[in-house]
């Protein structure tokens, strides 16, 4: 229920705030992951069910942020959650090898298509540091070069040019700087990866001709899945794959995000792309957490003998079971195209709410996966975030929060669909939340502007 001045009554956070100043008292920020540590607005969740979650206040949304993406079809999925509860009773971890790996596996390389060989894991961190090294073993050349704005995970080889605010940072246009995302990370680290910018492939000709005798590998993103999800240009991704193999570079998708989602072989079938390696994680186990690495075989034969790779928890049998049953269910059955239609009826309300607010906005990404940029450019790469009003879209968020949806109150992260938002009304009441969050934060910058003519311009420099 909303009050006179379109805003809603305040939530019930008492619990979550008494277990906020628990938690701080043993882990750093309160929580377990940097990126859920919002100070005393950290949520602390009870459970989820379908395309909900509730809090441990017992206030309920319509899950927009499917935990980052690995809940493809919903939490606590009954056809998912009975058979690894049947699988893991026979023994959770050997550090041996058990018939759930290699099936897991096998379904990896028949919905690929391409994948001839692979290898679980426990995380996409893992997954992608994973490829780098098999990229530099089998090259025998030590760089990689990553695309500003894309996020391969939290090893040190991942965290350059991730996702800076102040677009400056990334340094000069034409030679983008080596900027390391918090500290501890080795200088010698940093400078075998080389920041490129996306869609752009004339650039990274010029790179190629310069620098390619060094360079092992692209890793790249499909989409740009820590960016709302910004697109690939026509063309951008098959002139990528040639350019790298006339310099002998490989090229890693890091399909963490798009992986199973996009379509049942992940964005290299949705593109029409054959990389040479890619990682997985994610969707491949309905939230639990499994991972796995794969490609050409002769690549991926300089395993186990010439290249190490390792883990106590990896391929166990509560994650290889997820996914079995998940990636059995997105062969099988018709989840995906459920999925997709969902996103495609949750963006044409979106899209009828801000064109009645006549604001200028693009859609970024797949309907699986999509971010809402209040811009009229279509971005083509990370710096260009830089130039949407995403602190309106960033209040918004916040205040969908507090009517009952929860997207991710960061305008660099997608909205997520799962299969079970197709089940019940998630998608108009996610509409309904962000029809009314917009119009509460317009009202807001209404009042702003007529009180101080000159503070809405100041304000959206500032954005």
Known sequence: MTTSSNQP????????????????????????????AWGEDTIYLDRGRGGRVWDIDGNEFVDLRMGYGPVILGHGDDRVDDYVNERMRRGVSFSLTTEDEVRAMELVCELTGWVDMARMTVSGTEATMHLMRLARAFTGRNKIVKFEGQYHGVHDYALISVSPNNMADLGDQDNPVRLAWGRGIPDAVADTIIPAR???????????ERQGHEIAAVIVEPVLGNAQGILPQEGFHKELRALT?????LLIFDEVKTGFRFARGGAAEYFGITPDLASFAKAMGNGYPAAAFGGRRDIMSQLPEKVSHGGTYAGNRVAAAAAVKTLEIIRDTDALETVHATGRRMQDGLREVINEARLPFNFTGHPSMFGIMFTEKVATEYRDWADTDHALYDEVAVGMHRRGAMPEPDSREPWFVCEAHAADDSVDRAVTAFEESLKAALDGRARTHAADPGARGEAERAG
């Not at 956070?13 to 990126?35: I, W």
């Not at 492939?201 to 010029?206: A, K, T």
């Not at 193999?245 to 570079?249: D, M, P, R, S, T």
């Open 245 to 249: 193999q006339e310099f002998g570079i």
């Open 198 to 208: 996306f869609n752009n492939i004339e650039r990274l000709r010029r790179l190629f």
């Open 9 to 36: 009554a305040p939530l019930d956070r008492r619990r979550q705030l008494e277990l906020y100043q628990r938690a701080v008292k043993t882990l750093p920020g309160g929580t377990d992951s940097n990126f859920r």
